[in-house]
């Protein structure tokens, strides 16, 4: 299939009178603004959050006063009529017409930019945010409607090395193109270990060209992405993240913005590595592969959290007031972006204590664990997977590493079983800190229900064995807390 290359950026036009109609206002030189970026950082920090821009940090790099981006080494230019031999592509190349046969870029008008401040953005069926900020790989004031399957402006005409090692580590030869991004450094109140932020993401790309264009967006805390889908991928255009169902169709024209395809609102929630005392956050979209058709990622509400569960030493404890006499129950939320989902950001929490636990969950299984280095003994715990029936035994975990369910079942576990502490360490049922465990799961979800019971048994010089006992906690028909923790 052939893409064109759209002869002139179509301005986009307010619907007269129409309150909820997203107003975009551009970044430029025109109407005043840095370039810097500070003006950006100032509207994507929420009042109150309990974050402080570092003064003076701020980059913006992105199409910023109208004026063309640069050739990029032979690889990025027109050449006139036929096809433009774009390095990496297939050999028949990709036809892109110049705007007026002489390999000049397409005029760009006055006030034009890839990034904008957007206010009163809703797009209907609850796709809301509060005022933010636009980043586009082309032109930050899109239409109010679909008008093109094919919109396109330019942006910085560079790419961006982080967003190129993402596509990377996804398994995919790429490289971006037409960047824009922001970043800067920030300080917390005492007690924030993370941030959030609110957005959504649009690409013209969506559908025809995912994987062959796969645009992408993402958005670095401490050098970490937390950009990503619902279900933790990687926030590009990619057959799997459509056929999953992470876009939206906007091709009929359902939703008033130009992409064809959009997100529904989503969180990023970003650890700050504790480590640091000032942090960094970078947010990046780029074209891939190409520099034409659109993306775009509206980001609002950087908010400071106190967040527990992100660490041993601050693990999400059991429902106030709950009986640990049947096991312990939690309620969690597993995180948009991969807190909980990415086997290296595992939520912790802790109940009491034994000489073995059985996990449970009500919603999303599990699919790894983290089990803690105790005092006494060979750090080294058996551990067993519910088949419906009974449990099977798969494997030895080492106390410190993570023990992955998904090597024994693809689809992870629901229930899971782990025994091997040994009695020398006698841990106390009442101490809540006693058995901080590690926990990923195959999915996300909020309010989602876990049931964490000790496998006891008494202290005596003949010590009775662990599993048998398994057999009077009746694994099924488990009553869930429906509360959220306070």
């Not at 002489?102 to 797009?123: I, K």
Request: glycine share 14%; net charge negative.
């Amino acid at each position: 299939m052939k893409r064109t290359l759209l002869g002139a950026a179509i301005a986009a036009t307010l619907a007269a009178g129409s309150a909820q109609a997203v107003v975009f206002d551009l970044y430029n030189d025109i109407n005043g603004y840095s370039g810097l970026g500070d003006e950006l950082a100032g509207a994507l920090v929420a009042p109150g959050s309990g974050i402080y821009i570092v003064p003076d940090s701020a980059e913006y790099v992105g199409n910023f006063d109208g004026s063309s981006p640069p050739p990029r080494d032979g690889e990025f230019f027109f050449i006139g009529e036929g096809d433009v031999p774009f390095d990496g592509l297939p050999e028949d190349g990709f036809e892109i017409p110049p705007p007026d046969g002489n390999g000049e870029f397409p005029p760009m008008p006055d006030g034009y930019g890839s990034a904008a401040f957007f206010y009163n953005l809703d797009f209907g069926d609850g796709i809301t945010l509060p005022d933010g900020v636009l980043l586009t790989s082309g032109y930050a004031d899109p239409p109010l409607s679909n008008t093109d399957s094919g919109f396109t402006g330019f942006a910085s005409g560079l790419g961006d090395a982080g967003l190129d090692a993402l596509l990377g580590a996804a398994g995919f030869m790429d490289t971006t193109w037409d960047s824009t991004v922001l970043s800067f450094d920030f300080t917390v109140d005492p007690g924030v270990n993370a941030i959030s932020l609110d957005f959504i993401f649009g690409s013209e790309e969506y559908p025809e060209f995912a994987d062959a264009f796969p645009d992408i967006a993402a958005i670095f805390v401490d050098g970490v992405n937390y950009a990503g889908f619902a279900d933790g991928s990687l926030l590009s255009v990619r057959t799997s993240s459509i056929t999953e169902g992470n876009f939206l169709d906007n091709t009929a024209g359902d939703y008033p913005i130009e992409y064809d395809g959009l997100t529904v609102p989503l969180t990023a929630v970003g650890l700050l590595d504790p480590d640091q005392v000032v942090h960094n956050i970078k947010i990046a979209i780029s074209d891939t592969n190409d520099p034409v058709l659109d993306s775009g990622i509206f980001v609002a509400n950087m908010t400071g959290l106190m967040l527990p569960g992100t660490s041993p030493d601050d693990p999400i404890m059991p429902i106030e007031g709950d009986d640990p006499s049947d096991g312990f129950d939690f309620i969690i939320d597993v995180g948009d972006a991969g807190v909980g989902i990415d086997p290296t950001q595992p939520i912790f929490i802790d109940p009491v204590v034994a000489v073995g636990y059985i996990y449970e969950s009500s919603g999303p299984n599990f699919a790894t664990v983290l089990l803690p280095d105790l005092p006494f003994g060979d750090d080294l715990y058996n551990v067993y997977g519910w088949n419906g029936s009974s449990f099977d035994f798969l494997g030895i975990a080492i106390a410190g590493s993570t023990f992955n369910l998904l090597d024994y079942d693809p689809a992870g576990y629901a229930t899971f079983m782990i025994d091997g502490i040994e009695l020398g360490n006698m841990l106390d049922p009442a101490d809540p800190y006693a058995f901080v465990t590690g926990l990923t799961f195959v999915g996300g979800g909020s309010g989602i229900g876990l049931k964490m019971t000790p496998i006891t048994q008494d202290y005596n010089p003949v010590p009775a064995p662990a599993v048998p006992a398994l057999l009077l906690l009746g694994l099924g028909g488990l009553a869930w807390a429906r509360r959220r923790r306070a």
